[in-house]
């Protein structure tokens, strides 16, 4: 009799990835919110990525996650640390690897030459261009930090000779990435501005973008926003759910999505100077789990946000202000990060079974046995077909 799985492989279901793929290595509950779907392939989609934290001590080995990814339509995934042993992993899967030195790492990089080559001979030398690294993230968040240390050595780190001359002939940037409160204003979105205590740094920052081809990486999270937010609408706007639509009374432009409103972003840039510099989504998804006081993780929120930023992204409609095109948007997360010393909505998602589906699957992984399930001769005739196709 087959089991769940292998039911789930005739059917496809797909993999919902951000907020999103839960895994316990043996046993975890195995949740589908979505399971028979229509039988399909998703194409790949060079713009959606997938953070992968490491702040857990229950995580499955680098060649399972490896395995994890090539079964999804993810083509990047972003790694907050450098772990050798998940670059390595990676190699030959075609997938681009952020990978990013640690805010404890930046003094180093501003002031040892030989921290720099050094951690280029270990991180990168040894993987690419076998393993597809794309990007090279020094420090997360460092703008607002309160760390005037950092905040004083992040951009000479950036422009440490070692790690622009590793970059390949351009092929492996070098960024940093910065939490939406870098901006001063973003409300309405066409008067998106930085925060000027951020001035001459954010200056040197996008001219380093700018001089490099590099992106400007940001991590918007419509979660964290619509709780500030009292509107009746907020939570529909944040979900991409029908709403009336919320004016920019400089451009008469009408939004009817939080992800949208972050054309601040652009705006943000353009004022400076720098409206060519490519954006990153770094960051963004909405929590299926929280703490008990916390309102707005949950399950169906989680798989509305996810599903229906895809699906936007997909549509290849942009924003307003950046129309025809999609960013490079990276999903938080793959795995639960148990050991995260912070609210239950940023540590929920851990193991190699689905918590929900946002349609991210092109095959399925059968790895260990689940439940059995009863179907019919003939589905089950039809099955084996299917399992004959897969291995051929």
């Known amino acids: 009799m087959p089991n769940c799985f292998e039911l789930a492989a005739m059917f ?22 979505s399971f028979l779907q229509t039988v399909k392939i998703a194409s790949s989609q060079s713009f959606i990525g997938i953070n992968y934290g490491q702040v857990a001590d229950n995580l499955p080995p680098p060649p399972s996650t490896a395995k994890l990814l090539q079964s999804t339509s993810i083509q990047k ?95 492996i940037k070098v960024s940093t990435v910065h939490p939406m409160g870098v901006l001063k204003q973003s409300e309405p979105p066409s008067s998106g501005s930085f925060d000027p205590s951020y001035g001459d740094l954010m ?16 991590n918007p999270y419509p979660y964290f926003a619509s709780r500030s937010h009292t509107r009746p609408d907020t939570l529909a706007f944040c979900l991409f759910q029908p709403i009336a639509g919320r004016m920019d009374g400089n451009t008469k432009i009408k939004y009817m999505n939080m992800f949208d409103a972050q054309d601040a972003v652009y705006s943000a ?10 954006i990153v989504v770094a960051e963004t998804g909405w929590p299926y789990k929280g703490d ?3 309102v707005g993780p949950s399950i169906e929120n989680a ?18 202000l950046m129309p025809g095109k999609s960013f490079d948007t990276y999903l938080f ?12 909505s940023e540590h929920n998602r851990t193991g190699l079974t689905m918590v929900y589906d946002v349609g991210l699957s092109t095959t399925i ?24 196709y897969h291995k051929n």
């Open 269 to 278: 840039l353009n004022s400076m100077g720098f409206k060519n510099v490519e």
């Open 292 to 294: 008990d006081n916390q």
């Open 77 to 171: 995934v972003r790694l907050y640390g450098s772990d050798p042993a998940i670059i390595k992993a990676l190699a030959n899967t075609g997938i681009g690897i952020v990978i990013g030195t640690a805010n404890g790492d930046i003094p180093g990089l501003d002031s040892d030459p030989n921290f720099a080559k050094s951690w280029i001979n270990t991180k990168v030398l040894p993987f690419y261009p076998a393993s597809n690294i794309i990007l090279i993230t020094v420090g997360n968040e460092v703008m607002t930090s309160n760390n005037q240390n950092l905040f004083n050595k992040l951009l000479p780190a950036m422009q440490n000779n070692a790690l622009n001359d590793a970059s390949f002939g351009g092929k």
């Open 12 to 33: 496809e279901i797909n993999w919902r990835v951000a907020s999103a793929l839960a895994v316990l290595p043996y046993t975890v509950a195995f949740l589908l919110l």
């Open 333 to 344: 997360a793959l795995y639960d990060e148990d050991l995260k010393p912070r609210p239950g």
């Open 365 to 388: 992984i059968n790895n260990y046995k689940e439940p059995e399930c009863k179907i019919s001769e003939k589905q089950n005739t039809k099955l084996k077909k299917l399992n004959r």
């Open 303 to 320: 798989k509305a946000y996810n599903g229906n930023l895809i699906a936007h992204l997909q549509s290849m409609v942009g924003t307003p």
């Open 203 to 218: 200056k040197g920052l996008l001219e380093f973008n700018s001089a490099n081809g590099s992106p400007f990486a940001i």
